[in-house]
């Protein structure tokens, strides 16, 4: 079974930056489709990010100009490059993949990494 897993969390001051990676492993599946989302207590999942192979980046709009999604296929891994960040980007991110062209991949998740955003 396929299994992913995040790192790259931690704690940041507002205005900072973070690179949060996910890698693939325990499988020989190709992902056609891989992002992330992020919970916040009391709240939930939320899309943040997407990317198709051959497709462009998706973006939820409170992230748009400040996180960068991008994939290394050979190595089975997604990044996230988080710039500028806030005190609302506080939150478990969660990677995941899907052997589908969607917009929204779910088949797959990891187990999360904190980030938590100081002031």
């Known amino acids: 079974q396929a299994q992913l897993v995040e790192s790259g969390g931690g704690l940041v001051q507002a205005g900072g930056s973070l690179r949060l990676s996910c890698t693939a492993s325990?499988?020989?599946?190709?992902?056609?489709?891989m992002g992330w989302y992020r919970q916040a207590p009391g709240r939930e999942r939320e899309f943040v990010a997407a990317?198709?192979?051959?497709?462009?980046?998706i973006y939820v709009g409170s992230v748009k100009g400040r996180f960068t999604i991008s994939r290394d296929n050979a190595k089975k891994m997604v990044f996230l490059q988080m710039e500028r960040l806030n005190s609302e980007d506080t939150a478990v991110y969660y990677c995941?993949?899907?052997?589908?062209?969607?917009?929204?991949?779910?088949?797959?998740w990891g187990q999360g990494t904190q980030v938590t955003v100081t002031s």
């Open positions: 325990g499988t020989s599946l190709s992902f056609e489709s």
């Open positions: 990317l198709i192979n051959g497709g462009q980046p």
């Open positions: 995941a993949a899907d052997q589908t062209r969607t917009v929204r991949p779910r088949d797959y």
